[in-house]
């Protein structure tokens, strides 16, 4: 029988294993781009915990399927998780947990979508809070844009925003805070909230209706007639 080359043989294995061990190693020491860092592991935190979380801060009523998707999760454990979150808020038992207290506010479905919401009984609290605690004199963003929705109302956030040429969502906020806009309605297939303004709006003005208010068409630029859709 003819012999075997033992050396050929090792000085394959030899070059396998500076391949393999090139191939591990991270891309820069091959010379390569670096890899992007994966995103951290979220999965063993509470999921009712990261709901809660993303709805304290959103703006816009959140569908069970878009939090899904945000959160990497099935949409069958986040319509349960919602679930559990309202009961949790409203006093009830939640599986395994006993009822606790009620809670100041509440999680409610409105346009396809779930938000937190101050509950009823409370909002004058929350409402008496807010005025006390914020300067009374308006921005000139925020006369604009309370402009905007005054003869524009119901209007939503986003077509503000696009009469306007700018992000108006802080100062929609602020002119929620004060009391002078309200949410009106909720759009049944986008969720997006209409706006309108408040008696106090009328009060602070000295009007008894809308009605009222000058007309706008001699404020506009020549040839045009009113704002902008």
């Known amino acids: 029988m003819p012999e075997t080359d033992t050396t ?26 670096p890899a992007e860092a994966a995103e951290p592991d979220r ?11 993303i709805l304290m801060v959103a703006d816009e ?11 990497r999760a ?26 606790g207290p009620e809670r100041g506010f509440e999680l409610r479905e409105v346009g396809g979508g779930w938000r937190i919401y ?11 809070f807010v ?34 040429a700018v992000n108006v969502d802080s100062v929609v906020r602020t002119l929620l805070g004060r009391g002078l806009i309200r949410e009106a309605f909720a759009d049944s297939e986008t969720g997006a909230i209409h706006y309108e303004t408040t008696e106090l709006l009328l009060t602070q003005l000295g009007l008894n209706s809308l009605d009222e208010l000058p007309p706008i ?12 859709l």
Request: hydrophobic share 40%; proline share 8%; charged share 30%.
């Open 131 to 164: 005025l006390t605690q914020t300067p009374t004199r308006l921005s000139q963003a925020a006369l604009e844009t309370l402009a905007v929705i005054a003869y524009k109302q119901p209007i939503t956030r986003g077509a503000v925003a696009a009469i306007r």
């Open 8 to 33: 050929d043989a090792a000085e394959t294995d030899a070059v396998a294993d500076a391949e393999d061990a090139a191939e591990a190693a991270p891309s820069e020491i091959r010379g390569g781009a």
């Open 61 to 71: 009523p959140q569908g069970a399927v878009h939090l899904a998707t945000a959160l």
């Open 43 to 53: 999965s063993h935190l509470p999921l009712e915990r990261r709901i809660e979380a």
């Open 217 to 228: 068409s001699p404020l506009l630029p020549d040839g045009e007639e009113e704002l902008p």
């Open 74 to 99: 099935p949409v069958k454990a986040v319509k349960a998780a919602i679930e559990a979150l309202r009961d949790d808020y409203d006093g009830k038992p939640v599986g395994d947990r006993p009822a």
């Open 118 to 128: 101050v509950r009823e009984g409370y909002d004058v609290d929350a409402a008496d």
